[in-house]
Each structure stands twice: as structure tokens, then as C-alpha cells.
T-cell receptor
Framework: ETGVTQSPTHLIKTRGQQVTLRCSSQSGHNTVSWYQQALGQGPQFIFQYYREEENGRGNFPPRFSGLQFPNYSSELNVNALELDDSALYLC??????????????FGEGSRLTVL | GNSVTQMEGPVTLSEEAFLTINCTYTATGYPSLFWYVQYPGEGLQLLLKATKADDKGSNKGFEATYRKETTSFHLEKGSVQVSDSAVYFCALSRLDGNNRLAFGKGNQVVVIP
């Protein structure tokens, strides 16, 4: 049990809609990262949040946005959904700074289907 | 940029067989290297890691050695069990302090009794 929880586990949306995915990080962790895992592919880095600010972003358009809250939980928002956004969205927490082992702890993911 | 390449296709083998999954990487500098495993219905879990050249990561009977000269980090296990059936991902992290991981495509491993 990693302690990282994500919600919802599954959801279905239609093109053009907006979606919000949520993540509670593991106790003691101050950093949250989001990854997109398309079917049959490895996870792709979307962005990371540290101290409530974006701290690095992958090759994703601005309609992918996020937030980190003071309790280190996080949201991933996707606007104007496209069919290709259908994927498993993974949240990972880690501890940056003293005690950083380089390890990410992943949640089980939110599976988004866009019709 | 940083990238990871894993051998193509699923791997099917019998219980107690030897498992090798190849992983090569392209990176600037000296990244840290990881193997993550995704069991059915579960999230990604760190299996093992190595942070510098010639380091050997090991866990649950799996091993991988960081080979700088061949830019490889192949995963091996001498005798697999049915419970090792999972998807295995090789990954590397940038050394800029934000733990961003670049993953390979993953290999589905199916162990038959």
C-alpha cells in the first residue's frame, strides 16, 4: 500500500467536455507528479507540482493544468477533451529535498474514456 | 533528450525459467535508472534502482546492473514464478532534482505454471 489515492477510478466523458482528477499524496511527501499512460504504452510525464507551483512540464498542451494544495494533494484538469486523451492518468508522490531517494510512489490511476 | 527503449513484445515463459528483459537508454549526463512493475489491478511499484555506473539493483530475486559502456539496464531473474506475471517498465530520471521519469513502453510478462 503506497498511500497514494486517486479518484475517480473510472470515468467517461465526451469530446469537448472538461474533467478534474484528484490525488492525495503519501504522508510526508511534498511533491506530486502526473503521468498519462495510453493503452500499451509507458507513462508520459505531464507535469509536477512542488510547494504549490508547477515544477516542470512535459510535452502537453496548456489545456492540461493542475493544482497542488497546502496539504500536498493535487488536481489534474483537462479542458476541451479530445479522443486521444483517453488513457490511464497516474499520480505519483515523492519527497524532494532532504531524504529524497528518487523514488516515486504511484496511485492506481484514473481511467478516462473520451467518446 | 532522455529516452528509454525496451525490447518489443510480451514475454511468455514457464515457471522456473530464466527471465531477461532488455533496456537501453539515451541520456545526457548520468541518470538514475529504475525498473517499475505493474501487477494486474495495481499501481506502479518500484522494483529496483541503480544510481551510478556499475551499481547493481536487486529485489525479490530480480537484478539489473547499470552499464554505462553499453547504456543498458537489463532486468534478470533466475527462476520466475506465476506471481511475477506483470508489466515491467524501465525508466530513467533526470538529475535536475525534480524526479521526472522517462519510461519505456513496458513488457508484459506472463508466467505459465
Amino acid at each position: 500500500e503506497t498511500g497514494v489515492t486517486q479518484s475517480p477510478t473510472h470515468l467517461i466523458k465526451t469530446r469537448g467536455q472538461q474533467v478534474t482528477l484528484r490525488c492525495s499524496s503519501q504522508s510526508g511527501h511534498n511533491t506530486v507528479s502526473w503521468y498519462q499512460q495510453a493503452l500499451g504504452q509507458g507513462p508520459q510525464f505531464i507535469f509536477q507540482y512542488y510547494r504549490e507551483e508547477e515544477n516542470g512540464r512535459g510535452n502537453f498542451p496548456p489545456r492540461f493544468s493542475g493544482l497542488q494544495f497546502p496539504n500536498y494533494s493535487s488536481e489534474l484538469n483537462v479542458n476541451a477533451l479530445e479522443l486521444d486523451d483517453s488513457a490511464l492518468y497516474l499520480c505519483a508522490s515523492s519527497k524532494m529535498g532532504h531524504g529524497d531517494t528518487g523514488e516515486l510512489f504511484f496511485g492506481e490511476g484514473s481511467r478516462l474514456t473520451v467518446l | 533528450g532522455n529516452s528509454v527503449t525496451q525490447m518489443e513484445g510480451p514475454v511468455t515463459l514457464s515457471e522456473e525459467a530464466f527471465l531477461t528483459i532488455n533496456c537501453t537508454y539515451t541520456a545526457t549526463g548520468y541518470p538514475s535508472l529504475f525498473w517499475y512493475v505493474q501487477y494486474p489491478g495495481e499501481g506502479l511499484q518500484l522494483l529496483l534502482k541503480a544510481t551510478k555506473a556499475d551499481d547493481k539493483g536487486s529485489n525479490k530475486g530480480f537484478e539489473a546492473t547499470y552499464r554505462k559502456e553499453t547504456t543498458s539496464f537489463h532486468l534478470e531473474k533466475g527462476s520466475v514464478q506465476v506471481s511475477d506475471s506483470a508489466v515491467y517498465f524501465c525508466a530513467l530520471s533526470r538529475l535536475d532534482g525534480n524526479n521526472r521519469l522517462a519510461f519505456g513502453k513496458g513488457n508484459q510478462v506472463v508466467v505459465i505454471p
